[in-house]
């Protein structure tokens, strides 16, 4: 099952002409999730040419216009296709009021519902077949909260020397084991999955986190995900003026993820629009410093996430 993250957009702020606003995409098997939708992120959407439509869920980390002023288009955009299932928003307060007068005010047309959840407390805030979406507090100039993305373990390695051992015939029998159904042998005796599977794995995770002072707890949340994206707004030399403005350096970004433990990569996003290429090239070189699974995302830039093993 193929899972994806296509980042829309990685500024912070305004867009730029090559740099649209902080905006992530999680595609899996054909579901999509979007992550914020600032100003331009459609145009990013389109250029991607995916099925864009079909979102099935949109979460929002907080309502600072950088990362919401492109959700109208979207939902209004959304109306060109008949669906039957509705769109879910979620997002901290004030994400229903934005969206209902928006709706309002702009007279939208549209032809399929819309249930938006306000986030009170942390915890699951979505479930799927197979996976759920759960959201933090974070600390920035108002409510804002982060979001992990974590699908359910897996069931261990199978072991066919195991199987044959214990008289299970090659076959629709193996499929079942694997599956997690006892069957019975040829001698009529029942064997059970755990006798010829391993040990469960874990299923894959992505952590989307934006727009926060740095602090530990952000760490325990994220441990071991498989792709981390997270702010790198600042140099380090901004440290202090990154603090007043409750944001963080891509140094501190790196710190959390190296203290985090597990974490296979961090793409780091949410640039501060002052810096061009070259600065951003500093920022990553403080990063890998302490965190060397650093990159830096990239519009339109595709992550696969990969099972460990
Ligand atoms: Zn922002
Ligand atoms: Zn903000």
């Known amino acids: 099952m193929n899972l994806e993250a296509f980042i829309l957009g990685t500024g912070g702020m305004m867009p730029l002409p090559n740099r649209f606003l902080t905006s992530v995409l999680l595609r ?9 939708g600032g100003e331009g992120t459609q145009v990013s959407l389109r250029k991607l040419n995916l099925r864009w439509k079909k979102i099935s869920a949109i979460f929002i980390s907080h309502t600072h216009a950088d990362h919401v002023t492109g959700l109208p288009g979207i939902l209004m955009l959304s109306s060109q296709v008949d669906r039957d299932d509705p769109l879910t928003i979620i997002g901290p307060p004030k994400i229903a009021e934005y969206i209902e007068s928006s709706r309002r005010v702009l007279d939208m047309y549209i032809n399929y519902e819309i249930v938006v959840k306000e986030i009170t407390e942390p915890g699951i805030v979505y479930e799927g077949e197979g996976f759920h979406i759960r959201a933090f507090p974070l600390r920035h100039t108002k409510p804002c909260v982060g979001y992990v993305f974590e699908e359910d373990e897996r069931p261990g390695a199978f072991h066919p020397e195991k199987a044959e051992a214990l008289k299970v015939p090659r076959g629709p029998l193996w499929s079942k084991l694997q599956s997690g159904e006892p069957v019975l ?14 040990e ?3 299923g894959r995770k992505f952590s989307y986190v934006t727009d926060t002072l740095a602090f530990p707890e952000i760490a325990q949340e994220v441990a071991n995900s498989d792709l981390f994206v997270c702010e790198g707004m600042f140099e380090r030399d901004l440290l202090e003026s990154a603090k007043e403005k409750k ?21 780091l996003i949410h640039y501060s629009p002052r810096y061009t290429e ?27 996430i990969e099972y460990e093993d």
């Open 28 to 36: 899996r098997e054909g579901e999509l999730f979007l992550f914020d």
């Open 185 to 198: 042998n040829s001698d009529g005796i029942m064997v059970y999955p755990e006798q010829v599977l391993g």
């Open 247 to 267: 944001h963080m350096t891509a140094e501190q970004a790196a710190q959390i993820a190296a203290h985090a433990g597990g974490i296979k990569k961090l793409a």
């Open 278 to 304: 070259h600065n951003l090239k500093q920022l990553l070189k403080e990063a890998q410093a302490i965190f060397p699974e650093t990159v830096l995302s990239r519009d339109r830039a595709l992550f696969p």
């Open 200 to 202: 469960k794995r874990k």
